[in-house]
């Protein structure tokens, strides 16, 4: 489906009934990330799954994309669908857009969950971007794919699930100029940096973090969780920096039951 925002065309998955939650992607990534946990949680909420401006099957707009425009357009979605208030879901850089939306604008937030993310950009998450820019600068699309495959799930699991990872590699072929472009764009990003206002976010917080994310390291996690007043962390074992795609049944679980104790402790029913 495909919203009208002010000029914007944002492209967008909205599957089943009851709570809302948007689920917001990483830098590079799309509303498809979100594929293998929505069949499940789309039974007990409802799940709209964005793609960013500059990404998937939005528009693609020739400007710098700032964590301040991700949040108006998200925003903006949940007027177009009248929605008063949801959850918010961002995986990696997507975890950037979700603070950034409670802190902007606190009064639409139910809660958020916040997957494989930090509240500013790691020394390790820009060694590893430079890394993924150059190989694709200089050995091609194949080998930018093969080095985030391998930078990005648990080896273990990488082994274990050829067909997951080749879900994740057909998403990654697009042309390289796209690719560029949004690493380009990205890097104009404003600077990130939260750590300063953790503690006002207010909002019921559940953050899943793969405990061997190899770019955004677990630390990051529990700095989020102890200075977020009402958060909970759940450390993933064996997991890399996707857990929704790592660990779809358990990630599921956790999303479900924190937002049916959410609901129930704000006196809410779904």
Avoid at 219 to 243: D, F, V
Wanted: glycine share 8%; net charge positive; with cysteine.
């Amino acid at each position: 489906m495909r919203a009208n925002l002010e000029g914007f065309q944002m492209y967008y998955e909205d599957v089943g009934k009851g709570v809302p939650v948007v689920f917001i992607h990483g830098l590079g990534g799309d509303s498809k990330d979100w594929k293998l946990v929505i069949p499940e949680l789309s039974k007990e909420i409802r799940c709209i799954a964005v793609d960013l401006r500059g990404h998937g099957q939005s528009d693609k707009p020739n400007e710098p994309y700032t964590q301040s425009l991700f949040a108006r357009d998200v925003i903006s979605l949940l007027n177009y669908l009248g929605i008063k208030r949801a959850y918010f879901c961002g995986a990696s850089m997507g975890g950037y857009v979700a603070q950034k939306v409670a802190l902007t604008y606190p009064q639409r937030v139910r809660g958020l969950i916040l997957v494989g993310a930090s509240p500013h950009i790691p020394e390790q998450t820009v060694k590893v971007s430079g890394k993924w820019a150059e190989t694709l600068l200089t050995k091609g699309l194949e080998a930018f794919i093969e080095v985030q495959v391998k930078d990005v799930f648990h080896p273990a699991f990488a082994r274990h699930h050829k067909e997951i990872i080749d879900i994740f590699r057909e998403s990654k072929r697009v042309p390289p100029s796209e690719v560029s472009g949004l690493i380009n764009k990205g890097m104009q990003i404003e600077p990130i940096d939260f750590r300063k206002r953790l503690r006002e976010i207010k909002a019921p917080t559940l953050i899943i973090h793969g405990h061997d994310d190899q770019i955004v390291p677990v630390e990051y996690a529990e700095l989020m969780h102890k200075q977020i007043p009402n958060s909970q962390l759940a450390a993933l074992p064996l997991c890399g920096h996707l857990p929704a795609m790592e660990r779809p049944t358990y990630f599921a679980d956790l999303l479900l039951y924190f937002i049916e104790k959410t609901e129930k402790e704000a006196g809410r029913s779904k």
